[in-house]
């Protein structure tokens, strides 16, 4: 900063002087951040629902600032919600790559590797997620989600109990373990009258608005043998306006209980 040409001294007002050294030494969080700025952008593009333009917002934060993992963090959940699996798997990798630490990269990218089919990699990173932060009951959902698809039942049963335990109010979870106990192919595995248990707490959380619990609710009394209440929940969960490939999966299940058979995954 160039020197200033007043000599202190004949500042007669000391109120003056007060001021100038104010301005002088004022802290620089005053000062515009235009890679803050274009990341905040960009967070309520998303808000909106606007991700295309959330993409465009946290690209112009990452070229401003390349060394800023959030930003890569945020645009690569936004390229997910676009479609664009693999942009968001090399941003949720840049932002790992800056920052080891970032356990919410690891828990996204695993979402981006899990939709992509890589379960091996989606169940890698849940795994490191939970090892950077322990509690963290949404990636042990997670894991437990991708591993039922491995058919690890054994653990997903494990994954999707933590997960409770963690976060007692975890309703995707509840949803997760009763789907498992009703379903299952493997009879040690099976419990129709705890499937029941957890899948009525999973709608209650819910409110009961959430069609995919009702039809986990139908499959675990169609296991304890109640075909009454299976065709019961799972005529509700026809009801509730489902997609026509879920609608379709959902009738096929409902002729099982009306015959008096169980599902099996």
């Given at each position: 900063?160039?020197?200033?040409?007043?000599?202190?001294?004949?500042?007669?007002?000391?109120?003056?002087?007060?001021?100038?050294?104010?301005?002088?030494?004022?802290?620089?969080?005053?000062?515009?951040?235009?890679?803050?700025?274009?990341?905040?952008?960009?967070?309520?593009?998303?808000?909106?629902?606007?991700?295309?333009?959330?993409?465009?917002?946290?690209?112009?934060?990452?070229?401003?600032?390349?060394?800023?993992?959030?930003?890569?963090?945020?645009?690569?959940?936004?390229?997910?919600?676009?479609?664009?699996?693999?942009?968001?798997?090399?941003?949720?990798?840049?932002?790992?790559?800056?920052?080891?630490?970032?356990?919410?990269?690891?828990?996204?990218?695993?979402?981006?590797?899990?939709?992509?089919?890589?379960?091996?990699?989606?169940?890698?990173?849940?795994?490191?997620?939970?090892?950077?932060?322990?509690?963290?009951?949404?990636?042990?959902?997670?894991?437990?989600?991708?591993?039922?698809?491995?058919?690890?039942?054994?653990?997903?049963?494990?994954?999707?109990?933590?997960?409770?335990?963690?976060?007692?109010?975890?309703?995707?979870?509840?949803?997760?373990?009763?789907?498992?106990?009703?379903?299952?192919?493997?009879?040690?595995?099976?419990?129709?009258?705890?499937?029941?248990?957890?899948?009525?707490?999973?709608?209650?959380?819910s409110q009961w608005r959430e069609a995919r619990y009702l039809g986990t609710l139908a499959a675990a009394y169609?296991?304890?043998?109640?075909?009454?209440?299976?065709?019961?929940?799972?005529?509700?969960?026809?009801?509730?306006?489902?997609?026509?490939?879920?609608?379709?999966?959902?009738?096929?299940?409902?002729?099982?209980?009306?015959?008096?058979?169980?599902?099996?995954?």
């Amino acid at each position: 900063m160039p020197a200033l040409n007043i000599p202190l001294r004949r500042l007669a007002a000391p109120g003056l002087l007060a001021l100038l050294l104010v301005v002088l030494f004022a802290p620089a969080r005053n000062r515009v951040d235009p890679a803050g700025e274009a990341n905040a952008q960009g967070i309520e593009a998303a808000k909106g629902r606007n991700f295309e333009l959330a993409v465009a917002h946290f690209t112009e934060a990452v070229r401003l600032r390349p060394d800023w993992g959030e930003a890569y963090s945020n645009r690569g959940l936004a390229r997910e919600r676009t479609g664009d699996i693999d942009g968001a798997i090399a941003d949720l990798s840049a932002a790992i790559r800056l920052d080891p630490g970032f356990g919410k990269a690891y828990f996204n990218r695993g979402n981006a590797r899990k939709a992509k089919g890589d379960l091996d990699g989606a169940i890698a990173d849940y795994g490191e997620a939970i090892r950077l932060n322990p509690a963290d009951a949404g990636a042990r959902n997670n894991r437990g989600g991708a591993r039922q698809l491995k058919r690890d039942y054994d653990g997903a049963v494990a994954d999707f109990s933590e997960a409770i335990r963690l976060d007692p109010g975890h309703q995707k979870s509840y949803d997760g373990l009763a789907w498992i106990l009703a379903t299952c192919p493997f009879g040690r595995l099976r419990n129709g009258t705890r499937a029941v248990e957890l899948a009525t707490r999973a709608c209650e959380l819910s409110q009961w608005r959430e069609a995919r619990y009702l039809g986990t609710l139908a499959a675990a009394y169609a296991e304890a043998g109640d075909f009454d209440a299976a065709v019961k929940w799972q005529s509700r969960q026809l009801e509730s306006g489902l997609s026509e490939e879920d609608a379709a999966d959902a009738r096929q299940r409902l002729g099982l209980y009306q015959q008096h058979t169980p599902c099996r995954e």
